[in-house]
T-cell receptor, first 112, second 117 residues
Framework: EDQVTQSPEALRLQEGESSSLNCSYT??????LFWYRQDPGKGPEFLFT???AGEEKEKERLKATLTKKESFLHITAPKPEDSATYLC?????????????FGTGTKLQVIP | GAVVSQHPSRVICKSGTSVKIECRSL??????MFWYRQFPKQSLMLMAT?????????EQGVEKDKFLINHASLTLSTLTVTSAHPEDSSFYIC?????????????FGPGTRLLVL
């Protein structure tokens, strides 16, 4: 079964305490993996797209990596403004159709 | 940067009425727009993909006659929830992309919260 699982569901960090969020997937025919940030009551904000295993992308304090089974979003020295829900989504082929599936997200809280 | 707006941001309606939600790309022309719905504490679920001037492609399980999508121009797509019922209450989010493939960078709107009484 095609699945996208994010862990942990929630993460509480002290300001400056680096950590990683995980997105694991069990799909075949991966076309792309996306990371988004979503603030409460708002639409997601695009962060990264990763297309193949070994690929890495960085933006400010965030770095996304991809393997054949999972992706990590590393947050270095987070600040309170990094508090949000981080979503990953996987685009893949299934039964001849192109599909996209989102994970349920990791809610990150960064405490000053 | 690319900005996408949605209108209205919040709507409350009676069961059986229809509700139209607009999605506009403000500073770019979007070849493709996507419609999602999100339930509390759940994932975004892709409902349909629409390309300007052509019929929308609906995901499996999404009723085409229930959720009417019109992509009249490169900057406007509308989602009409016909004969809305309480179970249609949700957060509806659109996104817009320059290209036609879903792996293109998507810029999301702020969402529309629909409550059907």
């Amino acid at each position: 079964e095609d699945q996208v699982t994010q862990s942990p569901e929630a993460l509480r960090l002290q300001e400056g305490e680096s950590s990683s969020l995980n997105c694991s997937y069990t799909v075949s025919g991966l076309r792309g993996l996306f990371w988004y940030r979503q603030d409460p009551g708002k639409g997601p904000e695009f962060l990264f797209t990763l297309y193949s295993a070994g690929e890495e992308k960085e933006k400010e304090r965030l770095k996304a990596t991809l393997t054949k089974k999972e992706s990590f979003l590393h947050i270095t020295a987070p600040k309170p403004e990094d508090s949000a829900t981080y979503l990953c989504a996987v685009q893949f082929y299934s039964g001849g159709y192109q599909k996209v599936t989102f994970g349920t997200g990791t809610k990150l809280q960064v405490i000053p | 940067g690319a900005v996408v707006s949605q209108h209205p941001s919040r709507v409350i309606c009676k069961s059986g009425t229809s509700v139209k939600i607009e999605c506009r790309s403000l500073d770019f022309q979007a070849t493709t727009m996507f419609w999602y719905r999100q339930f509390p504490k759940q994932s975004l679920m892709l409902m349909a993909t629409s390309n300007e001037g052509s019929k929308a492609t609906y995901e499996q399980g999404v009723e085409k006659d229930k959720f009417l999508i019109n992509h009249a121009s490169l900057t406007l797509s509308t989602l009409t929830v016909t004969s809305a019922h309480p179970e249609d209450s949700s957060f509806y989010i659109c996104s817009a992309a320059l290209g036609q493939a879903i792996q293109e960078t998507q810029y999301f709107g702020p969402g529309t919260r629909l409550l059907v009484l």
